[in-house]
């Protein structure tokens, strides 16, 4: 009797399991899209007297749909900002 009843809940325990499984495969959050977005990069390069005009380029550059990628410092003693920005390939 005792080895029915283990059995019994063994057999439910794996049945919530496979549900649970199968039901969480497919999520909608998960689904990616297969078309993949191609990007143009521009690369701006600010000294220490272009630092006043750095907003005003950035905002312009802005407005053509680029967005900022990513910010380096070129070194301590060197005060060069490098700026990296991209677009979609397809974007005007």
Do not use: H
């Not at 990007?39 to 680029?66: H, I």
């Amino acid at each position: 009797m005792k080895w029915k009843l283990v059995g019994v809940v063994m057999f439910f325990a794996v049945a919530i399991l496979a549900a649970v499984l199968a039901s969480g495969r497919r999520s909608p959050a998960q689904v990616t899209n297969p078309a993949s977005t191609a990007y143009a990069y521009k690369v701006e390069q600010f000294d220490r007297r272009q630092m006043k005009d750095l907003e005003r380029r950035l905002n312009d550059d802005g407005r053509n749909g680029w967005r900022v990628c990513r910010v380096v410092a070129k070194g301590p003693s060197d005060n060069t900002l490098v700026v990296v920005l991209e677009r979609p390939a397809g974007a005007p």
